[in-house]
């Protein structure tokens, strides 16, 4: 990956992924609805049950800790030609017992969620919501068929970034595929930075400008080309925040086009 691109995933990666409270103010409203049990089975029985008088029921969920301070102390030492002094302390180390809240909900008559805060994404993400946080990282590989190559050979990519929200992301991908032709390999590179988005919770798409590289054979003709990216890929399998899909990468340019088909095992 460029240097380039590899400074603007890193940037996204620090600061503007949607993660922590930005990503909890959205999921908090969308814990609203759905049962009591459901959040006791992310979070466990809360500490604290208080019944209210118009019937609905405040729970909280804590963490109890403590937090240690190590002994500590200081020494001075003053000499003079006519006298010295000397000066020392210690201060004992300390335990504090420490409680705070991870979470509270307002519970209806119905039992349901009638609503939820957290500061962060203390329950997760209700099943079904078609949301993705925090960094964005996968690789795949397949089969690669280029413009001027008859015949398709393995290919590789790799890419990484952050969500920029609940279902937009921004990313810095490299791809590499090669084919034959007439005894001769071929091969194409493509530096991309892309913006995927899941319009589902399983399919997603990706597109954004690129750098292309066309290895054609010969010494001279190695071409570099501007030119853009972008891809489509299927979750068939979704666990948490890992996913194995079915992908279609396809790439072009002013000086070569080339597409490959395989699979992806990804974290988003």
């Given at each position: 990956?460029?240097?380039?691109?590899?400074?603007?995933?890193?940037?996204?990666?620090?600061?503007?992924c949607y993660s922590g409270s930005r990503a909890a103010r959205d999921v908090n409203v969308a814990w609203v609805?759905?049962?009591?049990?459901?959040?006791?089975a992310r979070l466990g029985v809360p500490r604290v049950v208080l019944p209210q008088p118009d019937g609905t029921t405040v729970l909280r969920w804590t963490h109890r800790g403590q937090n240690f301070a190590l002994p500590s102390g200081g020494f001075d030492l003053k000499v003079t030609p006519t006298s010295f002094d000397v000066r020392a302390e210690v201060e004992p180390g300390s335990v504090q017992n420490v409680e705070y809240d991870v979470a509270s909900a307002v519970i209806d008559p119905r039992g349901?969620?009638?609503?939820?805060?957290s500061s962060w994404l203390a329950a997760g993400i209700p099943r079904g919501l078609n949301v993705r946080t925090g960094v964005v990282f996968g690789l795949h590989g397949g089969m690669s068929r280029l413009d001027d190559a008859a015949t398709p050979l393995p290919s590789v990519g790799v890419y990484i970034g952050g969500m920029l929200g609940p279902?937009?992301?921004?990313?810095?991908?490299y791809s590499f595929v090669n084919g034959k032709h007439s005894g001769d390999y071929?091969?194409?590179?493509?530096?991309?930075?892309?913006a995927p988005y899941w319009p589902t919770a399983r399919l997603a798409v990706n597109a954004?400008?690129?750098m292309v590289i066309d290895d054609d054979p010969g010494p001279s003709n190695v071409s570099l080309a501007p030119g853009a990216a972008g891809g489509?890929?299927?979750a068939v399998i979704r666990s948490g925040s890992f996913v194995l899909d079915l992908r279609f990468d396809a790439t072009v340019s002013t000086a070569s086009a080339f597409g490959a088909l395989g699979i992806g095992v990804n974290v988003n």
């Amino acid at each position: 990956m460029r240097p380039p691109l590899l400074t603007l995933a890193c940037a996204v990666l620090g600061t503007a992924c949607y993660s922590g409270s930005r990503a909890a103010r959205d999921v908090n409203v969308a814990w609203v609805g759905h049962a009591r049990v459901d959040l006791e089975a992310r979070l466990g029985v809360p500490r604290v049950v208080l019944p209210q008088p118009d019937g609905t029921t405040v729970l909280r969920w804590t963490h109890r800790g403590q937090n240690f301070a190590l002994p500590s102390g200081g020494f001075d030492l003053k000499v003079t030609p006519t006298s010295f002094d000397v000066r020392a302390e210690v201060e004992p180390g300390s335990v504090q017992n420490v409680e705070y809240d991870v979470a509270s909900a307002v519970i209806d008559p119905r039992g349901t969620v009638a609503r939820f805060d957290s500061s962060w994404l203390a329950a997760g993400i209700p099943r079904g919501l078609n949301v993705r946080t925090g960094v964005v990282f996968g690789l795949h590989g397949g089969m690669s068929r280029l413009d001027d190559a008859a015949t398709p050979l393995p290919s590789v990519g790799v890419y990484i970034g952050g969500m920029l929200g609940p279902r937009l992301a921004l990313i810095g991908a490299y791809s590499f595929v090669n084919g034959k032709h007439s005894g001769d390999y071929v091969g194409g590179h493509s530096w991309a930075l892309a913006a995927p988005y899941w319009p589902t919770a399983r399919l997603a798409v990706n597109a954004g400008p690129a750098m292309v590289i066309d290895d054609d054979p010969g010494p001279s003709n190695v071409s570099l080309a501007p030119g853009a990216a972008g891809g489509l890929s299927f979750a068939v399998i979704r666990s948490g925040s890992f996913v194995l899909d079915l992908r279609f990468d396809a790439t072009v340019s002013t000086a070569s086009a080339f597409g490959a088909l395989g699979i992806g095992v990804n974290v988003n």
